[in-house]
């Protein structure tokens, strides 16, 4: 399926064309980087078809996060085979004892 392209307001200047931020003295605006002052974002995109496959994978596990400070990679022990990923199930993480005693509180 090939890409569409969509012409839509530009999110970092709401469609202005001007960028007034921290670094702008009041009452002064700077051409927006993102759209070189059009206003306009050209969002180009592949339609969803489905979940693709991916070779090579045995497990699937819940992931720690995207940043250094939180931690990358699997976390925890919830696995479950990509086979199973692939039919449409996802890892579940038993909540810890502090979920259950937070819960019990809550009661």
Same mark, same amino acid.
């Given at each position: 399926? @090939? ?19 921290? @670094? ?16 306009? @974002? ?8 489905? #979940? ?8 699937? #596990? ?19 085979s ?11 993480? #038993?909540?810890?004892a ?5 819960? #019990?509180?809550?009661?």
């Amino acid at each position: 399926m @090939a890409n569409i392209s969509i012409d839509a307001e530009c999110d970092a200047c709401a469609g202005t064309g001007l960028y007034s931020g921290f @670094a702008e003295p009041a009452g002064v605006a700077v051409v927006c980087l993102r759209c070189d002052g059009t206003g306009c @974002a050209k969002v180009t995109y592949k339609p969803f078809s489905g #979940r693709k496959a991916r070779r090579g994978i045995k497990t699937v #596990r819940l992931s720690r996060g995207t940043t250094l400070m939180s931690g990358v990679g699997p976390t925890g022990k919830a696995e479950i085979s990509y086979a199973e990923f692939a039919a449409g199930a996802m890892p579940q993480e #038993r909540p810890s004892a502090k979920v259950h005693a937070l819960k #019990r509180k809550q009661r």
